[in-house]
């Protein structure tokens, strides 16, 4: 008889890399976000933040300074009615009404919804805004108690994603007045946090954790109660519903001036447009002003900071509707270049950063991020974003500024990028807890040869080989532009020598596609991946073997119908339900795209848009998720969650706009005042669109774009300025 399987054991023990906690999935919550500067809050559908639901809290630099928060009448929980954030982020509106309220003998005393509350709630500048409108629709006046109840628990973000910690301050609490609770948190960091929560009108009873309104309300009568929460010791003497009326009326002014700057696109699909509108309005919610400019925070809960990699391929993708967030996200990653070496932050000169944290945990040491460097792609993409930034808008004046941080992270690339002098980047962590995986795919498990072993470093990964060769040719258009043609030459020497190594060292014929990586024994990874098919956004493939990969990236084992996975089926260490071995990124497929269509792949283009664009229909809010998992299409079904995936993410939120841009073939020559269109193209499920305000420098131009079969003619309704259109077909 055959001997009976031992069963797998599943230990605890074994690498974290700063795991987020999944014990319950955010994706079955489905939170309502906002977020504001460095504040964001997670609630749940009713406004509550549930003490035990994964993420929910508010937060502001990276502390968790409300760790509950729930509305109750007549002691119980309301029931909901409806439940949104507005299309622009500006506001989360929730309306609940009362269940059935008994007595202690079982007889009803207050039938269901005859007690409306319409909850207003919107973030800005460190502060929580909130009105409570609660009116009573019986025919004979009631009385009825309602509480809010609250907490406060400073948490690091890092132990809100489940981290232990040995020890911690201490929290105090105290009611300063009739209408004002104040928490205060001392900190082992020595900075001392505070958390305020006021009330108006006064509360009929307040302790540090409830605030207890007895209501009497004729029929048709309606209270109104305004509350704030601030996440600093506010100095200000506006009442709750002062700023509460304040706050909201500049709480939009963001919105309006990033809608006046960008270009608009609206088409004959009303879910596109949803999903459209949708992105634009995250994307200004992620925005955050630094002194260097705008800059797209990575995305909530998790990731609500500023993220070099991040920050750069969202400001790629969305360079051509908004290039003022490009300059943002330069000149915040240029003013945090690393100038020194200092392996406890992975740090070396000319390095753009990876992430920066302002929490406990971070200021005390006890994870590596407060400012941390181990990322082997921002550097060369950052040099990528110049370029492009520089092609976008002639803006020659603005690369003279960061042309010495160019200059610098070129260097860093030809020194301490290229670790054993091969010409190709390696990294390989400095602290033995710092991020063992330094691309994208940055999970311990994500990089791996074809028989599911780990690959040891220095590791070259493929994608990042593209980036260095786009960031080279880049640096040879700056330098032509600045005057330098001595250094053009050698930058493009640089590219081509690169481009040669490339396609020596990493194409598998076997396998009709580039390997993952190269491991520290220059021993390939030959594992399909979308990495591969990133490679074509940076142009380096031959043309022959770009037609390979396309194929490649949209047959079964890759495509699933809502995009492409980061591991083909079939391949080792395949799971649809992986962070990186078998899901599908968004951003990931609109790099790819890209890459597609500048080898001319149009109908790949399409597919994947409408992919995307089918996915994003049956997400909650039109909204693209950070990933989701990779398993094969099912008709009328829709894609699979990811429990713990951030949403929104920003270089997601970015994903329709590049997607738009790679079919419709969009790029610019300013010296020609030109915009150009590519051999556009729409896919099936729309017949128009329509590009409000695409401007080049301090022209602009409306253009409606009229699918007639595979043909898309480009008409100019309204040009303001000197540009010209100009359509290749």
């Given at each position: 008889m055959p001997k009976a399987q031992q069963p797998i054991v599943l230990e605890a023990s074994g690498p974290t890399d700063f795991f987020i906690r999944a014990s319950s999935s955010m994706a079955e919550a489905r939170p309502r976000i906002l977020k504001h500067g460095d504040t964001f809050g997670v609630f749940d559908h009713y406004g509550d933040i549930l003490p035990d639901a994964e993420g929910n809290g508010l937060y502001h630099h990276d502390t968790r300074h409300l760790a509950g928060f729930q509305l109750f009448v007549a002691g119980r929980h309301p029931m909901l009615l409806s439940s949104t954030v507005l299309l622009n982020n500006a506001a989360l509106k929730a309306d609940l009404t009362n269940p059935d309220i008994l007595d202690d003998d079982g007889r009803l005393v207050l039938p269901r919804d005859v007690i409306h509350?319409?909850?207003?709630?919107?973030?800005?500048?460190?502060?929580?805004?909130?009105?409570?409108?609660?009116?009573?629709?019986?025919?004979?006046?009631?009385?009825?108690?309602?509480?809010?109840?609250?907490?406060?628990?400073?948490?690091?973000?890092?132990?809100?994603?489940?981290?232990?910690?040995?020890?911690?301050g201490q929290v105090r609490g105290d009611v300063q007045a009739d209408h004002t609770v104040r928490f205060d948190y001392d900190a082992q960091d020595g900075c001392q946090r505070t958390t305020t929560v006021r009330f108006e009108p006064p509360p009929t009873r307040l302790s540090i954790f409830q605030a207890r309104y007895r209501l009497h309300l004729a029929s048709g009568e309606q209270s109104v109660i305004f509350l704030s929460v601030d996440c600093a010791d506010a100095t200000d003497t506006m009442t709750p519903m002062q700023a509460f009326f304040h706050g909201i009326r500049h709480a939009r002014r963001p919105i309006r001036e990033v809608a006046a700057r960008s270009a608009g696109v609206h088409s004959s699909n009303e879910v596109v447009n949803e999903v459209l509108c949708r992105s634009a309005a995250d994307l200004t919610m992620l925005m955050t002003e630094t002194e260097g400019g705008p800059y797209p925070y990575a995305g909530v809960p998790w990731y609500s900071t500023a993220f070099g990699r991040d920050g750069l391929i969202t400001a790629l993708l969305m360079l051509w509707v908004d290039p003022a967030l490009a300059r943002g996200v330069l000149g915040s990653l240029a003013n945090t270049q690393a100038t020194t070496e200092d392996p406890a932050a992975d740090a070396e000169p000319g390095k753009i950063i990876h992430e920066m944290r302002d929490g406990e945990m971070a200021r005390l040491g006890l994870v590596p991020f407060r400012r941390y460097y181990g990322t082997v792609d921002a550097t060369p993409l950052f040099v990528v974003l110049a370029g492009a930034y520089y092609a976008r808008t002639g803006d020659l004046e603005a690369i003279r500024v960061l042309d010495p941080n160019i200059q610098a992270a070129l260097g860093w690339m030809e020194q301490y990028g290229d670790r054993d002098g091969d010409g190709l980047l390696e990294y390989g962590r400095r602290r033995e807890d710092g991020l063992l995986n330094q691309g994208w795919k940055d999970s311990h498990d994500s990089i791996f040869h074809a028989t599911g072993e780990i690959a040891r470093g220095p590791i070259a990964l493929i994608e990042v080989q593209g980036y260095a060769h786009a960031a080279y040719k880049a640096a040879a258009d700056i330098a032509t532009a600045l005057g330098r043609p001595e250094e053009a030459v050698v930058r493009q020497a640089q590219a081509e020598t690169l481009r040669t190594a490339v396609e020596k060292q990493f194409w598998c014929e076997d396998l009709g596609l580039y390997a993952l990586a190269l491991d520290g024994d220059k021993r390939p990874c030959a594992v399909r991946t979308s990495n591969a098919g990133q490679l074509l956004f940076s142009g380096l493939p031959a043309p022959n073997r770009a037609a390979r990969v396309a194929e490649a990236m949209l047959a079964?084992?890759?495509?699933?119908?809502?995009?492409?996975?980061?591991?083909?089926?079939?391949?080792?260490?395949?799971?649809?339900?992986?962070?990186?071995?078998?899901?599908?990124?968004?951003?990931?497929?609109?790099?790819?795209?890209?890459?597609?269509?500048?080898?001319?792949?149009?109908?790949?283009?399409?597919?994947?848009?409408?992919?995307?664009?089918?996915?994003?229909?049956?997400?909650?809010?039109r909204r693209l998720p950070e990933l989701f998992c990779g398993f094969r299409r099912a008709q009328g079904a829709a894609p699979t969650l990811y429990p713990v995936a951030c949403s929104p993410q920003a270089w997601a939120s970015a994903t329709p706009f590049a997607l738009v841009q790679a079919a419709l073939g969009i790029g610019f020559d300013p010296a020609r005042r030109t915009v150009r269109f590519e051999r556009p193209r729409l896919p099936a499920s729309l017949t128009e669109m329509r590009i409000n305000n695409l401007s080049l420098g301090d022209a602009a131009v409306d253009v409606l774009l009229t699918r007639a079969g595979n043909d898309v003619a480009v008409n100019v309704l309204e040009r303001r300025g000197e540009v010209e259109v100009v359509v290749t077909v």
């Open positions: 509350m319409a909850r207003t709630r919107f973030l800005w500048q460190g502060r929580l805004h909130e009105r409570l409108a609660v009116r009573n629709f019986a025919p004979q006046a009631v009385e009825v108690d309602v509480d809010l109840v609250f907490a406060a628990d400073f948490a690091d973000l890092f132990e809100a994603r489940g981290m232990a910690r040995q020890s911690r079964p084992p890759f495509f699933s119908g809502f995009g492409i996975r980061t591991v083909a089926t079939g391949d080792a260490r395949y799971n649809p339900m992986s962070y990186h071995n078998g899901s599908i990124w968004p951003h990931d497929n609109a790099l790819i795209a890209v890459g597609l269509a500048r080898y001319g792949h149009k109908d790949a283009v399409l597919q994947i848009m409408e992919g995307l664009f089918n996915a994003a229909a049956f997400m909650d809010l």
